[in-house]
Each structure stands twice: as C-alpha cells, then as structure tokens.
C-alpha cells in the first residue's frame, strides 16, 4: 500500500492518517462552491501542512472537478491524492484517468449497503451489491495500487452483511475500508463496536486500514471519529472547519487538537503542522465564503477570549486555569499593527509571509495596490486587515462584473438614493436607485444594472478587527432556483463592502450557469 499507518519512532503512539475532503465533501455543502484557482490554493496548503490522504473531487461530476483533481495531482508534493467514484466502470475510470498524475494516486469508491438505501436507492438485492462491489473494487485495483473502498451508511446496515461487503472489498483488492456514519445516526459506543466487530470477524481485515467518516447531525462527528479509532480505524476523514452536507463533517483541527492535547488518554499522533490550523481555517472560509462561528472549537474568534472576571483572574495568574491549549500551537498571534500607508514592497512581501500567504507577482501587484488603498483610509493596518484583503483579492480575480464608483444618500429623512457605477464586457455603466435603507437601494442599483431571478438568503456583516475604521466584511448568499451562491466583500465602508459582496455572488452564480451549460452540451 503506498499510505500507512505505522507505529510511531517512538513505539508507543500509533498514526492516524488525516483524510481531508474539504475539497469534495465540503464543496458539496449548499453555496460552498470554491474556483479552480481556490481549489488549488487549499490543496497546497493542507499539502504543506501535512495532511496524508487528500480527497480532491469527484471527478465524474463536471469537467471542472476533473480538471482540478488532475492538476492538484500534478502539483502535490507529499500527499496521496483521491478521486471519489460511484461504484460505477465509467466513474471508477474517470477517477483513476484524474488522479493518474499523482505521486501516489487512489481512486475512491463506494456503494450503499443499508436496507433503506438498497431498497429505495439502489433497488438492487444484496447479493447484487456484493457483485459491484466485486466487479468495482478489482477494476479500481487494475487501475491504482491505493484503493478506497466506503460502505454508504454503514451505521444502518446490519452487521452480518456489512462484515460481507468488507470481505468482498478486501478480497478485490481495497486496501482502505471507510465505514461512514453517513447520515450522522450512531452514537460514540455504538460506532466503536462497530469497527472491533467488523476487524474480529472480517477474514484478512488486518490488510486493510479502516477509517471513520462521520457526519454532525446529532452534533457527536468528533466524538464517534474518536470512537472509532478506538475501536481500531487508523483513518479519519474530515474537513477543515468541519464543512460539508447538511450540519457537516468532523472538522478536522478538532480531530488533530483532541488527539495532541489529552494525548494522556489517546496514544495516536497525526502528522499535521497545527501551527497551521487557524490558516487553514481562514483560508477554507474565504475560499467557501463560508463564515467561522465565534464559539467554534479551536479556530473560532472566541475560542480563546476570556471576558468572565473569574476566568481573567485566573488567565492573569497562569493561563492553564483556562486554556488546555495555547493560542501558538494552532498559529494564533496577536494582531500586528506594523503596517501602515509609508510601508513599502518589502515589507508587505515580508508580511504575507508571516500570515503564510504566497501570492504570484500579478496576484502580488494586485494585493499590493489594495493595501496602499486601504492604508491611505485606516490608521492601522492590522493582520486581519491584510488576509480580508488578499482573500477577497482572489476569490474576485476572475470576476467579470465590478464595482468602479458607489454613493449613497441615507439618513433619517431620506430618501435612500444609491449611484452605482459597475464595469462588465459591455464597458461600464451606471445606476440610481431608491431603496427601503441603504443596502436595499444598493441592491436595487446592482438588480437594474444586472437583471437576475436569484433571491437574496443570507445578508451578513461583521467588522474584521475593532475600531471605528474597521473593514466591514459582508457576506451575501443568493439562490437561484436549485443553485446556491455565498459570496463576501470587504471594505472600510460598508456599503461598498456590500456591493462587493452583491457583485461577487453574481459573478458566481454566472460562472456557475456556464460551467453548467458547458456540462450539458458536452453530454448531448
């Protein structure tokens, strides 16, 4: 197999392998759609950070996806890279074609095997499903030595024929079984039974590792991960800030954090940088449009904030009274206010590389001319300030509508009149607009300039640091039809943070209806 988990130098902590599908499972979360460009940035981080098994699409669905499988094979440098397949010939195909390119490539298959899957879904018996599985595992295996083998909805499957189906898996050839709480049904004791019972009567399932995947809609995704490697899983599939379909996935900087932090009472390690964690929360974020709770575990902005006099009493005294883990080990650093309108090139390079933020030199030149922009409005520059900037920098690259000029008459007698100048292939034009406030007036100048059916879902603003000149970071979700779109902008003004984040979800969903138009045409 080219991806083990092995026993640690130091011979009393056994590996678990990081499986990081942010960018299939989580992408699948509604209006998390990330660009080509997002795709590759993420991939090249969770590579640099150490993750073993990256899951990098579903190569089948799109043209898109398959490209992007196939170019973060080409430019992985230490990680295996996954291509998910239905248990279907052509998918299996398309998956080993994307990931071919790969160091060390797996193709990722998986069949459902519940009564209520295989009678409502699949309609076939279960001696049918043993035949794809069959069938499906060994044309897989012709293709790549590292083979992934899932039984969807393992936890509602009864165990008799689950311990059949990873017999049949491990007799074709899967050398990785994935036993996923696919709906997020089992609890802790139930799901670690599950493994002990399945790796006792499974002939040869010592040649397999087994991994947990685990869904949160009961809310215990870490805590049945971490039953399962008790009960012997060596492979835990996660997402960073735990995105993905319905209430999510196990979010991986919990898995990594729980099992270094009580390291006493779980003896596994991981390999992942978890100096790493806080920026591979932001850039996921950012990339999904997708905002970090403030009480999330490990990433959020509260999660190490102490505003109860009795917590700030003991911090002040010794800060293990009420932090189990340093602020430092997951890359948490104070705010910097280093930066300023007289800071020129070097320093600004010298900056993103402390934030970890490697940009090309157009990317650079872009970011650069931001920052001066926004230095001549804001005192400080702070850190956030500067990701805000180069996140939003790239999420909008490719967008073909932009925002050129906005203003805006509010007040207390109104009315409320925005002036919107926008710039698209047709040149640039403008628009006013009376609204029921402000934003709505903006609103209404971007709808008569660019005329759409999407409804606006979410509209959410927050500051990106203290003050009264902080970025507004706005986040808007728009829907169109079946179709999701969450989009973010940011600026000192709120406004045009607003605007920005409008035009930046239009762009989206456009994109999105061509790629999709392109799909169609391609299939007739």
Not at 2 to 24: C, H, M, Q, W, Y
Not at 37 to 57: N, Y
Not at 183 to 210: L, S, W
Not at 416 to 445: C, H, K
């Amino acid at each position: 197999m080219s991806t083990t988990a092995n026993i640690s130098p130091t011979g009393t902590r056994e590996r678990v392998l990081i499986f990081d599908t942010t960018l299939r499972d989580g992408e699948q979360c509604p209006g998390a759609t990330m660009t080509f460009d997002e795709k590759l940035a993420v991939a090249e981080l969770l590579d640099t950070m150490g993750v073993d098994i990256i899951e990098a699409g579903f190569p089948i669905a799109s043209n898109g996806d398959f490209e992007a499988v196939s170019e973060i094979a080409r430019r992985t440098k230490r990680a295996t890279i996954a291509g998910l397949a239905r248990a279907i010939p052509a998918d299996i195909a398309r998956a080993g074609e994307a990931v071919r390119h790969a160091k060390r490539g797996r193709i990722h298959t998986f069949v459902s095997t519940s009564p209520i899957h295989l009678a409502h879904q699949m309609r076939k018996s279960q001696d049918e499903v043993l035949e794809i599985i069959l069938k499906t595992v060994a044309q897989a295996r012709d293709l790549v030595e590292d083979v992934e083998w899932s039984a969807m909805d393992a936890t509602r499957t009864p165990i008799d024929y689950l311990c059949r189906t990873v017999e049949a898996a491990i007799k074709a050839g899967a050398t990785t079984i994935n036993l996923p709480d696919t709906v997020g049904y089992a609890t802790p004791a139930e799901y670690r039974e599950m493994f002990r019972a399945v790796r006792e009567r499974v002939p040869n399932a010592d040649k397999a590792i087994f991994s947990v995947h685990c869904h949160n809609d009961l809310g215990l995704a870490i805590a049945n991960s971490l039953a399962g490697i008790e009960g012997g899983a060596r492979q835990v599939e996660c997402t960073v800030n735990g995105i993905g379909e319905r209430a999510g996935n196990a979010a991986l900087e919990e898995i990594v954090m729980a099992i270094r932090t009580r390291a006493d009472v779980m003896p596994y390690e991981t390999g992942i940088e978890s100096q790493m964690l806080t920026r591979a929360s932001k850039l996921v974020s950012h990339a999904t449009n997708f905002p970090v709770q403030f009480n999330k575990a490990i990433v959020g902005r509260n999660a190490f904030a102490h505003e109860s006099g009795i917590h700030q009493d003991g911090m002040l005294k010794n800060a293990e009274t009420y932090e189990i883990m340093t602020p430092a080990s997951v890359g948490l650093t104070k705010t910097s206010l280093v930066m300023g309108k007289h800071s020129g090139r070097a320093a600004f390079r010298s900056k993103l590389e402390d934030l970890g933020l490697h940009l090309s030199d157009n990317q650079f030149q872009d970011a650069f001319e931001r920052f001066k922009a926004l230095a001549d409005r804001k005192k400080h520059v702070y850190d956030e300030d500067i990701e805000a900037l180069v996140d939003e920098n790239l999420a909008t690259a490719q967008d073909r509508i932009r925002l050129v000029s906005l203003s805006v008459i509010a007040g207390t007698r109104g009315p409320q009149r925005a002036t919107l100048r926008i710039q698209d292939e047709a040149g640039s034009r403008i628009e006013e607009a009376d609204g029921n406030g402000p934003v709505d007036a903006v609103f209404n100048a971007i709808r008569a300039l660019v005329p759409h059916e999407a409804q606006l879902d979410l509209y959410d603003v927050h500051a990106v640091t203290g003050g009264t000149d902080a970025q507004a970071e706005v986040t808007v979700r728009l829907r169109d039809g079946d179709r999701s779109i969450t989009a973010r902008g940011a600026d000192p003004d709120t406004l045009v943070a607003s605007a920005k984040a409008y035009l930046s979800a239009l762009n989206k969903l456009s994109a999105q209806a061509v790629r999709l138009h392109a799909q169609h045409a391609a299939a007739e």
